[in-house]
DNA sequence: CCTGATTACTTCACCTGTTGGAGTAATACT
DNA sequence: AGTATTACTCCAACAGGTGAAGTAATCAGG
């Protein structure tokens, strides 16, 4: 199991890749980096909503309130066209950084 | 230019890489760093000192004063055992956080 | 209509690793 | 004696992740 530590400063991009699929809300990011990583990574909760926080911050993402069907309401995340901008910039410095890596450790 | 803040995490294995390849110093480890990349990456020497401390105190490296051509001597650092376990750790790591991410920023 | 379960956060204090700026130490060269 | 070069060293600040604990809203069962 991957660390969030390990992630650092690529938890806002996963969460930005997401959103970029759909608007969706917490549990769901959640659950969905779990699912798609095979439970090779589960981000944490409070490592999820600080992400959250910062993001909406800097205005990469849009909040608004959502549906309830069992519990307390949820709140949605929409990607803002800056949110995108800055993941295609994380990207690009996400590649950089995998070939560096990748020259030493290997 | 890659900021050592993105390389969080893995300054330390990659000096211990390139540690595992002979003993070297200070100077010497940035520049090769910065060789390796083709100027992509250079690690600041704030950044390379601290992990040297790190590195010894967690007894993955030893430090021992080393020849002088000009200047100050210098303090030359061998990879320890446990550092080469470490950096296997790391890498297996490393591994796993590519995939991860890879999953999302493609 | 009260209780407990479920879903969805929220707060807080702490820790680690990177940063910029400035300073120090030892030696060689002129 | 003074300057250049090499090689660190110290420090306070900051960002992002962490664990533990707490809160808030809704629904289902008795």
Do not use: C
Request: glycine share 8%; no cysteine.
């Amino acid at each position: 199991m991957i660390s969030s530590d390990a992630m650092r400063g690529y938890n806002d991009a996963l969460v930005l890749a997401i959103l970029q699929q759909g608007d969706s809300y917490g549990y769901k990011i959640g659950k969905e980096i779990r699912k798609r990583t095979h439970d090779q990574y589960m981000i944490r909760e409070t490592t999820l909503y600080a992400a959250f926080n910062r993001l909406s911050k800097n205005g990469y993402i849009d909040a608004y309130p959502g549906d309830v069907t069992n519990g307390k309401p949820r709140t949605y995340y929409r990607i803002t066209p800056r949110g995108r901008a800055f993941l295609a910039v994380k990207a690009e410095e996400w590649h950089q950084v995998k070939h560096v890596v990748d020259l030493f450790l290997n």
